[in-house]
């Protein structure tokens, strides 16, 4: 709308300029106020006298003698086992990332290419799938899991986190293979390819963007799920969003409101790297099923 | 692509969906109809110099032992369906013959745990979905007047509620708003009442669990609308320019209708994921006056003494139920476009 044609009023800019200052307050300030506040003591953040304390300092600097303090940090990390928390999840989503990938990218590929009814059908039932509140899936786990054992460990979560993510990573792929043309591998597959030959050497090394923007999703799904987790996992096996809810129901202790605090901060500061990095993948993923389709 | 190919590249990934969606939407259905054992009791006979007592104690070993043997508990037909917890077709029936007024009647029946998180549930999703319908599209429309060099950051910015997860998202929100917080002392002191809290109102903690609702799901809808936006074609508006149409007649007659199949679809997706609201409840412990489906069926899941399994999937099977007819417009739809396609 660069033309010159449409000029805007200077109040509309003043406006817009406003709004979205204030819309950015509003989306960005609990993270910053959260970060900040982490560095506190309890009785600084969640003071009870004043919330100027929060900013002042006045009782960290009472306590430990310095106006930041990362002891909820350490303790957390430490005496809160959240270093066990942040391993298994790292083993979750590494897990998760990667079956959900290689299931995806075949089924996904296989529906893009086929000319059938079924294939319509199957993605509808995909969107039906999607559309399950992941705690009535729980919900049917639980005693069957029980019953055969394999409650609570790690490889259960993650083969689950894996099949409740197969029918968006299948609509998002599905939506990227399409726009590969069909010539590129028909032609591989008259040179003598099989259709697993073509998919390997021809499709995917075009497909890197959408299997990033797939496996970006796949990785938000496994790192930041609390239902399944929380209900699937043992105590010790606990991923880093249940155990911050751990630390919320035990308030016997002075200290753990605040590991809640910074196991919060911890948690989220990768996560937010990682899409300041990849911004692009995160948002054409988002866009890919509804523009295009 | 020829059948027997399709079977194999589609094998791993359609298991997966059938073993850990479909078969557990199958033994939900399966679990709804069983209820727990009830606890085997016995009479003790204790004589002590003054007389004898009897006395009723739960036998703990036929308990544990009847439990061991039908460890999905008793048959129980449709009768988790409709006890107190569930649809109570009893008490409704109760209350209808009871009481006077429909006020009271209907007073009476939202009293009733399912009814009552029927309840916030949709009106979560009533006040949730146009909203952050609105707020994505005037976010985006502001966001796509600004300087293009400007917006990587902008838009940066404007997504993160969305990336982080629902308790993380909550949990930040509560500890501003909590009486202790930033937000909820400042309350305090322009409303001169030192007891304000999120927790003490019922309705405060709807508003702030709706509030919290828009502000974790406007940046999907801004960022669908934004990439809508782009795609608008330039002609069209040029001419409205020309013609002297106005800024708003402008988005109403051009932009609007040329982005409606995307305003749909993210209103779907919305309308799907708020209706399965959960995480914000435990987020904002409002367990107290804020109860949703999705939190009923996690609170008989984790109870302490027995695992309600047959309350837990009664509530899923009627929540599979909520989402059919949510979904249903939409595979009718889909179902016609593909029947005149053919």
């Not at chain 1, 003071?47 to 957390?76: M, P, V």
């Not at chain 1, 979750?92 to 299931?103: D, G, K």
Request: hydrophobic share 50%; proline share 4%; aromatic share 14%.
């Amino acid at each position: 709308m660069e033309y010159g044609l449409d000029k805007r009023s200077n109040a509309l800019k003043i406006f817009n300029t406003t709004f979205i200052i204030v819309w950015l307050l509003v989306a960005c300030f609990p993270f910053i106020w959260t970060f900040w506040g982490s560095f506190k003591v309890r009785a600084d953040f969640f003071s009870r006298a004043d919330w100027w304390y929060a900013i002042t300092a006045f009782n960290t600097l009472l306590e430990t003698g310095g106006k930041f303090t990362t002891d909820a940090y350490s303790q957390a990390w430490t005496e809160g086992e959240f270093w066990k928390a942040s391993r298994n999840t790292v083993i979750v989503t590494f897990f998760v990332v990667t079956i959900s990938l290689f299931l995806g990218t075949l089924g996904a590929y296989a529906l893009s290419r086929s000319t059938r009814n079924y294939a319509f059908w199957i993605l509808i039932a995909a969107l039906i799938f999607r559309a399950m509140p992941h705690i009535t899936l729980v919900s049917g786990y639980l005693f069957p899991f029980f019953q055969l054992q394999i409650w609570g460990i790690l490889p259960t979560t993650i083969v689950v986190l894996v099949a409740i993510n197969q029918p968006f990573t299948l609509w998002l792929l599905y939506s990227f293979f399409k726009t590969v043309p069909k010539e590129l591998d028909e032609s591989a597959l008259i040179d003598g390819c099989s259709y697993f030959q073509a998919f390997r050497h021809i499709i995917m090394p075009v497909m890197w963007p959408g299997v990033i923007t797939a496996g970006l999703f796949s990785l938000m799904l496994a790192y930041n799920d609390f239902t399944v987790t929380a209900l699937l996992l043992n105590q010790e096996n606990h991923t880093m969003v249940p155990k911050i809810q751990s630390y919320l129901g035990t308030n016997q202790h002075e200290g753990n409101l605040m590991w809640a605090v910074s196991a919060v901060v911890s948690a989220t500061a990768p996560l937010f790297m990682l899409v300041m990095f990849f911004q692009r993948q995160v948002i054409s993923g988002l866009t890919a099923g509804a523009v295009k389709g | 692509m020829p059948n027997k190919t399709f079977f194999w590249f589609f094998l791993p990934t359609g298991l997966a969906m059938i073993l850990f969606i479909g078969l557990p939407i199958i033994s939900t259905g399966i679990q709804s109809f069983y209820a727990q054992h009830d606890q085997v009791v016995k009479e003790v006979k204790k004589c002590d110099p003054f007389g004898c007592t009897v006395s009723i104690v739960v036998d703990q070993e036929k308990t544990s032992k009847i439990r061991e043997e039908k460890p999905l508990g008793k048959f129980n037909g449709f009768g988790t369906y409709v006890d107190r917890n569930h649809l109570a077709i009893e008490e409704i029936g109760k209350f209808w013959n009871e009481t006077n007024t429909f006020g009271e009647f209907v007073d009476q029946v939202t009293n009733l745990p399912f009814y009552k998180a029927l309840i916030f549930t949709l009106t979560y999703c009533l006040f949730v979905t146009p909203n952050v319908l609105l707020l994505g599209f005037i976010i985006a429309l502001s966001l796509n007047a600004v300087t293009r060099r400007i917006r990587g950051p902008l838009i940066f910015g404007t997504i993160l509620p969305m990336i982080v997860t629902p308790l993380v998202g909550s949990l930040v929100l509560f500890w501003m708003i909590d009486a202790e917080g930033i937000i909820g002392a400042n309350l305090q002191m322009l409303m001169d009442d030192p007891y304000l809290s999120l927790k003490s109102s019922k309705t405060l903690t709807w508003i702030t669990i709706i509030i919290y609702g828009i502000w974790h799901h406007s940046p999907f809808a801004f960022v669908v609308f934004y990439a809508a936006l782009q795609t608008v074609p330039q002609e069209p508006v040029e001419a409205a320019i020309i013609d002297g149409a106005s800024r708003w007649q402008r988005v109403r007659h051009i932009v609007l209708p040329h982005i409606y199949p995307v305003v749909t679809f993210v209103a779907l997706i919305s309308l799907m994921d708020n209706f399965r609201v959960f995480e914000p409840i435990i987020g904002f412990s409002a367990e107290g006056s804020a109860q949703s489906l999705s939190w009923l069926i996690y609170d008989n899941l984790v109870n302490e003494e027995v695992i309600l399994f047959g309350s837990a999937a009664a509530t899923s099977m009627m929540t599979i139920v909520g989402i059919a007819i949510l979904l249903a417009p939409v595979l009718i739809r889909t179902w016609k476009e593909f029947r005149t396609a053919r």
